[in-house]
C-alpha cells in the first residue's frame, strides 16, 4: 500500500479521507497516515481516526517516496501548497477518484486532483493537475478543466466548456455550453453562466456578470 498524506485538515480534508477510505473498500491501495496542516494548534491531535501530524516542513524533510493529495479548497492557496512541497523529488500527488463516480474511458485526469462522490463524467474530457470536483458535479463532453480548478458542490458544466487555472466554481453554478471562464475567477454559488467571463473577477447571477475584478 502507497504512503499517503492529506494536506488540509478542515471539513474537505475529512471528507477526502472517507474517500480514501471508500477506495480502500474496494482495492486496498492507500495507507492513509494523517493530516498535514500549517495551523500549529492542530498538530497532535486527531481528525476521526487520523492524526494531524505537522506542517508542511515535515513533508520537505522526507527521504522516501511518499503519496500526497491537498484538500485545500481555495485554488490560490492550494497552487501555493503545490508548488512549495514538489521541491522534494520524492513527493507524488496522488489522484484520487470516489468509487461512485460515473465516467467513461475518455476523460483524462491529471495528478493530485479529486473527483467525488456522485459525479458524472461523460466523454472526452480533460481534467488537469490539482483540480478538485466536489460532490455532485456533472461534467459534459468535450469540457476542458485547466490546473488547480475548484469546482464546488452540484455544478453542472456543459459540453465544449473550458475552465481556465485556478479558477473556482461556486455550488450549484449552471454553465452552459461552449463558454469558457477564464483564469483565477471566481463564480459566485447558484450562478448561470450564459456568456464568456474574463479572468481575475468575481462573477454572480442569472445570467452569471463580473461584479469586480482582481489586480
Not at 463516480?101 to 491529471?110: N, P, Q, W
Not at 468535450?142 to 458544466?157: E, G, K, Q
Request: charged share 25%; hydrophobic share 40%; net charge neutral.
Amino acid at each position: 500500500m502507497k504512503e499517503l498524506y492529506i494536506v488540509g485538515a478542515g471539513g474537505f480534508g475529512r471528507e477526502v479521507a472517507w474517500l480514501v477510505e471508500r477506495i480502500n473498500k474496494c482495492n486496498e491501495e492507500w495507507n492513509l497516515k494523517g493530516f498535514i496542516d500549517d495551523n500549529n494548534e492542530l498538530h497532535g491531535k486527531k481528525e476521526g481516526r487520523y492524526q494531524i501530524i505537522a506542517g508542511t516542513d515535515y513533508l520537505l524533510n522526507i527521504n522516501r517516496d511518499i503519496w500526497v493529495v491537498c484538500a485545500v479548497g481555495a485554488a490560490s492557496t492550494r497552487k501555493k501548497i503545490i508548488k512549495r512541497i514538489e521541491s522534494n523529488k520524492n513527493i507524488h500527488f496522488a489522484t484520487l477518484v470516489d468509487p461512485a463516480v460515473l465516467l467513461s474511458d475518455r476523460v483524462e485526469i491529471g495528478e493530485g486532483s479529486i473527483i467525488c462522490a456522485g459525479c458524472i463524467i461523460t466523454v472526452d474530457i480533460n481534467i488537469g493537475k490539482h483540480v478538485i470536483v466536489n460532490l455532485d458535479c456533472t461534467i459534459g463532453h468535450d469540457a476542458r478543466l485547466c490546473n488547480y480548478v475548484t469546482v464546488y458542490p452540484s455544478v453542472n458544466i456543459s459540453g465544449f466548456v473550458t475552465i481556465e487555472d485556478e479558477a473556482e466554481i461556486g455550488t450549484g453554478t449552471q454553465i452552459i455550453q461552449g463558454k469558457t471562464i477564464e483564469k483565477e475567477t471566481i463564480i459566485g454559488a447558484g450562478s448561470v453562466v450564459v456568456k464568456d467571463i474574463p479572468a481575475k473577477c468575481t462573477a454572480v447571477g442569472s445570467p452569471a456578470k463580473p461584479i469586480k475584478f482582481r489586480e
